[in-house]
């Protein structure tokens, strides 16, 4: 058991700070006048997304194999030689995330309204970006260490439970937050059921192509909703 967490700790541990350096770095950066500004949290995101992206591409090409050695950085899967300490770490962490989550869902309600507001309200905004922030960015490192990189089920998710419980920006974020995780789950699982299903010559399809190309469509059908609703 301690051979497995001294492997979970060698292969998320590395990860998790290298997670934490990008987050210090878009959080820095994300700022105006003092607080989180989500466009410019976006745009910082897009662009250090960018950067990353080359230096994977560079480890990819020095790795010993060349892309058959790194395909494991571009798109995630689920394989079996996942250690259970592993497991136990991301797990720690993904609960410790749905915890802060669950608890902030009152303040989450409340900055739904204007800054100003939300702050007569007793809500520090700066203060509950910066926390979700770094708790997101956490559960990503987990996920990402565990997995690697499977895409879109933070992004779409979230939008499908909101769509579910009626669309409306009144549904309590404490349930969206348990929702979206269970929702997340079930995408993953029904995803790699999927990939099972599909037999390749070169091998078992990766997990993030089923992902990627789901949440994709449903991603354009919402955008495509939105701007029917704003009459765009």
């Known amino acids: 058991t301690s051979l497995g967490y001294g492997r979970a700790s060698w292969h998320a541990g590395p990860a998790l700070v290298g997670a934490m350096a990008v987050l210090a770095i878009v959080y820095a950066l994300g700022q105006r006048r003092g607080l989180i500004d989500p466009v410019s949290l976006i745009l910082v995101g897009v662009v250090v997304s960018i950067m990353c992206g080359a230096a994977t591409m560079l480890v990819q090409h020095m790795l010993p194999g060349g892309a058959m050695g790194a395909q494991w950085l571009l798109v995630g899967s689920l394989t079996d030689d996942v250690q259970w300490g592993q497991i136990a770490m991301g797990a720690a962490v993904a609960l410790a995330g749905l915890a802060i989550g669950v608890s902030a869902g009152p303040a989450m309600d409340a900055a739904t309204l204007a800054d100003d507001e939300a702050s007569s309200v007793g809500v520090r905004i700066g203060r509950l970006r910066a926390v979700l922030f770094v708790a997101a960015g956490a559960m990503t490192a987990a996920a990402v260490a565990i997995a690697g990189p499977i895409g879109f089920v933070g992004l779409i998710c979230p939008h499908v439970v909101r769509l579910m419980a009626g669309g409306s920006a ?24 999927a990939v099972k299903m599909v037999y390749l010559d070169t091998g078992r399809m990766p997990l993030g192509v089923i992902t990627t190309v789901v949440g994709g469509v449903v991603f354009l059908g919402l955008l495509r909703r939105e701007g029917r609703a704003m009459g765009v």
């Open 170 to 193: 009144a549904v309590a974020h404490r349930w969206l937050v348990i929702g979206s995780a269970l929702a997340g789950a079930a995408l993953i699982v029904g995803a790699d059921a």
